[in-house]
């Protein structure tokens, strides 16, 4: 329900509300806040802003032009459950106070802008975002690295592995097998309450929610479903979801991970993201075509196939996120798409006779995303691939474990790396730079800071299984 400046106001004072939360997203993707004495927010808060030091803010400011504006949204005012003095929180979007212009690398800013560019084009007035985040619920998580070791120790009560541990106090067994744990009741199935919780709470931020379940890998892989939404309040609400999952898990003491490979040899976590256009309040991508979709849809399609390798860059940004992108774990790795093949990276779900259910699913992406910039990005391959008129080929309908090496071959494939999508992004940005959506500053900090910060350093850095390969040679 939309909020004006004035009823957060109001709010405030009739529930004598003494903090206010204010939260933003750094460029990688990651919530950051400050929290205010009350009095400290006015109506002009919604306008100009309130001031903040952005030079810590990865992928930010330098020292000398720090000074910065978060400016909340009223329409995301709510209370954060999570707060012992009863605390409103909302979302902000980031000003620069010296021209009063809303921040160029302020990753939601870019998201609206992705949103007025899709109206400017008078191809349709509204984009929707269905993401579907899965997620790792373990009961202990260990890391480290010195100069002289490296390593990683993730435990849950549901892993596969612990059938024989003894430090259960009489071990029950009850654990899902390696890619079985879609969808075993309890006892097996041990956070049905947790994921309940997790999802009424979110309903509670007022997140649209639809169900929970488990996932198909061991050691507590889950996922909820939130409904979708359009492009700005859908990253709103996954920022929301992960923010309300981790802090359930905390409180039964478990934790919760996004890595898109956490546990070897078994499926990991994606995010895969369905979305469509609108034009008047009508669906677009329903037709007389392939699945039932539009040609319009198809040329959408075109587009994400065709930049997919520069989109990764968004959409799977970790060094981990390649490690799931694998042959034989359920991962999308071919570039093609297909009504029901779930190894095509763009799937058309069957959704009935309903033309408002058409829709596509983009199956790459996991949640170590920045959600704004995804979205923004996939939008603007979808955009490029319509006016473009970009054909997407044929549908792949076949069972890929069927295929030839012959045939396999001559299906695209995602990128092997985060280097390498990072490689195919600075070939490949006009349809993101071209439409004023992200600049080209932008896109070039973003792969300085992914190759400076993530691929290097992975570079530098010995294995551990490096020593079970070469240490005797």
Do not use: H
């Given at each position: 329900m939309a909020k004006t400046p004035q009823e957060v106001l109001k709010w405030i004072q009739d529930e004598k509300i003494k903090i206010i939360d204010l939260k933003f997203i750094d460029t990688p993707g990651i919530w950051q806040h400050c929290s205010f004495y009350y009095d400290q927010l006015d109506e002009n808060s919604f306008t100009e802003g309130i001031p903040f030091d952005g030079s810590s803010i990865r992928g930010?400011?330098?020292?000398?032009?720090?000074?910065?504006?978060?400016?909340?949204?009223?329409?995301?005012?709510?209370?954060?459950?999570?707060?012992?003095?009863?605390?409103?929180?909302?979302?902000?979007?980031?000003?620069?106070?010296?021209?009063?212009?809303?921040?160029?690398?302020?990753?939601?800013?870019i998201a609206a802008k992705a949103a007025e560019y899709l109206r400017g084009t008078g191809i349709a007035d509204t984009v929707y975002f269905g993401p579907e985040a899965e997620f790792f619920l373990f009961d202990d998580i260990r890391f480290g690295q010195t100069e002289n070791s490296s390593y990683y120790f993730a435990d849950s009560v549901e892993g596969r592995w612990n059938t024989g541990r003894e430090e259960e106090g009489g071990n029950l067994g009850y654990k899902p097998g390696y890619k079985q744990g879609y969808f075993p009741v309890a006892p097996t199935d041990t956070a049905q309450d947790i994921r309940t919780e997790m999802l009424l709470t979110m309903a509670a931020f007022g997140v649209p929610i639809e169900k929970h379940h488990h996932e198909v890998a061991s050691g507590g892989q889950n996922e909820l479903g939130i409904k979708f939404d359009k492009l700005v309040n859908s990253a709103d609400n996954l920022m929301i979801y992960k923010y309300v999952i981790k802090n359930v898990a905390k409180k039964y003491g478990k934790t919760v991970t996004f890595m898109p490979k956490p546990i070897f040899n078994d499926n990991g976590s994606g995010m895969h993201v369905h979305q469509s256009l609108?034009?008047?309040?009508?669906?677009?991508?329903?037709?007389?075509?392939?699945?039932?979709?539009?040609?319009?849809?198809?040329?959408?399609?075109g587009g994400i196939l065709k930049h997919a390798p520069a989109l990764l860059?968004?959409?799977?940004?970790?060094?981990?996120?390649?490690?799931?992108?694998?042959?034989?774990?359920?991962?999308?790795?071919?570039?093609?798409?297909?009504?029901?093949?779930?190894?095509?990276?763009?799937?058309?779900?069957?959704?009935?006779?309903?033309?408002?259910?058409?829709?596509?699913?983009?199956?790459?992406?996991?949640?170590?995303s920045n959600p704004y910039l995804a979205f923004a990005a996939m939008l603007c391959a979808g955009i490029d691939g319509i006016k473009n008129?970009?054909?997407?080929?044929?549908?792949?309908?076949?069972?890929?474990?069927?295929?030839?090496?012959?045939?396999?071959?001559?299906?695209?494939?995602?990128?092997?790396?985060?280097?390498?999508?990072?490689?195919?992004?600075e070939k490949d940005h006009e349809f993101l730079t071209g439409t004023g959506v992200f600049s080209a500053d932008f896109v070039e900090s973003w792969i300085e800071y992914k190759l400076d910060n993530e691929v290097n350093p992975m570079r530098l850095r010995p294995h551990p299984y490096e020593f079970s390969l070469y240490y005797d040679c």
């Open positions: 930010w400011k330098a020292i000398n032009e720090s000074d910065m504006c978060m400016v909340p949204d009223p329409n995301t005012a709510t209370i954060d459950p999570f707060c012992k003095e009863p605390t409103l929180t909302m979302i902000c979007s980031i000003k620069e106070p010296r021209t009063g212009e809303w921040y160029n690398r302020d990753p939601r800013t609108w034009k008047d309040g009508q669906p677009l991508f329903a037709g007389d075509k392939y699945a039932g979709f539009s040609q319009m849809g198809l040329w959408y399609i860059a968004f959409t799977n940004p970790t060094t981990n996120s390649y490690k799931r992108l694998v042959p034989g774990f359920e991962a999308p790795v071919n570039l093609a798409y297909s009504q029901g093949n779930r190894s095509a990276s763009v799937r058309i779900p069957l959704s009935g006779g309903n033309p408002k259910a058409k829709r596509l699913e983009f199956r790459c992406p996991d949640a170590t008129q970009i054909d997407p080929g044929e549908p792949l309908d076949v069972d890929i474990y069927d295929l030839s090496p012959e045939e396999l071959a001559k299906i695209p494939s995602t990128p092997g790396s985060l280097e390498a999508a990072l490689e195919a992004l």
